[in-house]
């Protein structure tokens, strides 16, 4: 079966620290794709990223990066250099290759980064 | 606005009564997913669409709980005889074609309380 683990409920850092976010997926496809999402206060879920299970380039993108291994399943988020605004709930996700697309969520991580 | 658009925002309804949600996707995208998110967890699969069709229901938790989307735009999930654990945040994503590939996007949810 398809899962996704956050083991991190919540996270308290003050402004300027780094944080890593963890996610560990469980799949038997070969072909999937992962994702990271962030739910602030309003409800919206915005899309971060998405990687796909033959890319093991890490990817960087301002202050954001994400650390994909498939040796050991993960696929980890950091933020570099945390801002209030940043404070949020996270959520890492699991895409099947089926016709349907549909996500697999882990149970988020809450983030609350203090000025 | 470009984005996913769900009304209403707040829902009450007294336990047994119906309840209708609506979904107004962005414009041109094929796909449709419900989601359920309880409080504190992550965002369930409930069904899924393509243009019209409901290709996958599977998540649905009981057959109180009825989708449609007749003309493949705009999409209704309609709760049926309403019980407490039906209070929830209903998530209503679209996505611009099925493949596990295409990140979705959210609209910013519907939060149903039954009394």
């Known amino acids: 079966a398809q899962k996704v683990t956050q083991a991190q409920t919540e996270i308290s850092v003050v402004e300027k620290e780094d944080v890593t976010l963890d996610c560990v997926y469980e799949?038997?496809?070969?072909?999937?794709?992962l994702f990271w999402y962030k739910q602030p206060p309003s409800g919206e879920l915005v899309f971060l990223i998405r990687r796909n299970s033959f890319d093991e380039q890490n990817e960087i993108s301002g202050r954001y990066s994400w650390n994909f291994q498939k040796s050991t399943s993960s696929f980890n988020f950091t933020i570099t250099a945390s801002q209030v605004v940043d404070s949020a709930v996270y959520f890492c996700a699991l895409s099947d290759n089926s016709n349907t697309g549909k996500l697999i969520f882990g149970q988020g991580t809450t983030l609350q980064v203090k000025p | 606005g470009a984005g996913v658009s769900q009304s209403p925002r707040y829902k009450v309804a007294k336990r047994g009564q119906d309840v209708a949600l609506r979904c107004d996707p962005i414009?041109?995208?094929?796909?449709l997913f419900w989601y359920q998110q309880a409080l504190g967890q992550g965002p369930e699969f409930l069904t899924y669409?393509?243009?019209?069709?409901?290709?996958?229901k599977s998540g649905l938790p009981s057959d109180r709980f009825f989708a449609e989307r007749p003309e493949g735009s705009v999409s209704t999930l309609k709760i049926q005889r309403t019980q407490q654990e039906d209070s929830a945040v209903y998530l209503c994503?679209?996505?611009?074609?099925?493949?596990?590939?295409?990140?979705?996007?959210f609209g910013d949810g519907t939060r149903l309380s039954i009394l």
């Open positions: 669409f393509q243009n019209e069709a409901q290709l996958d």
């Open positions: 994503a679209s996505s611009l074609d099925g493949q596990a590939a295409q990140p979705q996007h």
């Open positions: 414009s041109g995208h094929v796909s």
């Open positions: 799949t038997r496809d070969t072909t999937y794709y």
